[in-house]
């Protein structure tokens, strides 16, 4: 089994749809982007070329990031995900150095601390973040997803790196990971790439696909297909 994803560059338009939903449902405090984009504009007026590419990580088959942790925090799964053991990464960021992709961050702070704040923006106007949990009695924050704690920490600890994990938690549970299933334009296609029949097969061996910085070795499982192509609005 190698799961991956194919990304539909014709159909994606950009909304950041999937930034959201990944937020969303895995908790990522402020600053750390799991899945995010390259906006890149080429040429001169007028004529110019703009292009926005989805990025994440790219569960590579020959992980970068796993041959460099000294703890095996970072490891590859039998479905061919490349997944985190939080509780053994000591922080040393080395998987961040290794990854050709820059799609892992680290928690310099600790997440969400911003929760913590008893200062109110407005003096007797408004309540601070802490008072509002305190108010409501909250045992948690009051974003969180719970779900995301069946393979991996709610919230992370400080000095401890993160990325994304296809939602694994969802796909125990037989769901796509969130950003695909909250695309509206159906750009992002998951599936099995060793499975000739799947959907993310069909599309890899139907189009022309180009994949990020294949000089690094690593063989993504990360696919874009076409390109945006501004005839096709009208």
Known sequence: MRLGMVIDLQKCVGCGGCDLACKTENNTPDGIKWSNHINQTEGRFPDVKYSYIPTLCNHCSDAACVK?????AM????RGLTLQDNDKCIGCRKCMRACPYGVISYNKQIPHR???????LINKGMASPYDVLKQVNSKTLPYLNPERGDTYPNTRSRRTTEKCTLCDHRLDQGLKPACVSACPSGARVFGDFD???SEAARLVKMHKTQQLNLDANTRPNVYYIRSFNVKNLY
């Open 68 to 72: 460099v942790c000294p703890t095996g």
């Open 75 to 78: 490891y590859k799964d039998k």
């Open 114 to 120: 911003q929760w913590q704040d008893d200062e109110a």
């Open 195 to 197: 499975d000739p029949n």
